[in-house]
């Protein structure tokens, strides 16, 4: 591959990360011929670097994996290690982080194993089923945009997504009911010093787990976690000014 076609993949990955596109609008932002579009993206979607639904192009799984792999490798993800085994260790199931890549929340199983275990993988959560996704849309205009689309193309009422909105920021953190009756997932965000959320703190909690802890026991180990998480970010980000060399 010559490096022009080289450079088209990387305008074409950082084009939909901003949102899914047609071959169309991928053409005619980024100069690309149709014909010549067509066959790169066809390329791209036979790699798993993007997929292809409705006519649209988004990330496929295998960017999406490379995401989650930087992020996990990350100030975050190395951030995140002591609280999550903490987080596991309280609550006797794994401390996850979710974070929002391409309009999807994808959740770093391994993050509890370090930084850099070639075991982790990515999971992808719904936006407006799931505890860390609901935190995205309750936070995120992005993510609340793209719940709020697919509720109107699957005929969904708009008006629970907006009481679940209000109750997740009222109280700080989210609790769904996710998978088998009795189960349940728990998030809290972590939000960095402009007020932005960088990630959420998650744990999906069995029967089991919910009937030791509680659900405020688990409440409390979750936000615990992500005060812990955003503590150390704070910390590193402090000795990170302190270490730039003053202007002029």
Known sequence: MDHTRLERVFDVLEYVVLGPATVSEVSRDLHIPLSSAHDLLQAMVKTDLLELASKRYRTGPRATRSSTALLRNSEVGQAA?????????????????????????????????????REAQARHLSLDHTAAGLLF??????????????????????????????????AGHSVVREGCPGCAGVAAPVFDASGRMVCAVYIHATPMVVAACGRDGLVRAVRTAADQLRGRLEVTHSAEVRRRPEAG
Do not use: M
């Open 81 to 117: 290690v002591t609280p999550l085994r903490e987080l596991a260790r309280v609550t006797g199931c794994p401390g996850r982080i979710a974070f929002l890549v391409a309009g999807r929340v994808v959740r770093a199983d391994a993050a509890t194993a370090g930084p850099c275990s």
């Open 137 to 170: 849309v309750a936070w995120d205009d992005s993510a609340r945009r793209e719940a709020l689309s697919k509720r109107r193309a699957d005929g969904n009422p708009r008006g629970t997504l907006d009481h679940a909105v209000t109750r997740i920021r009222t």
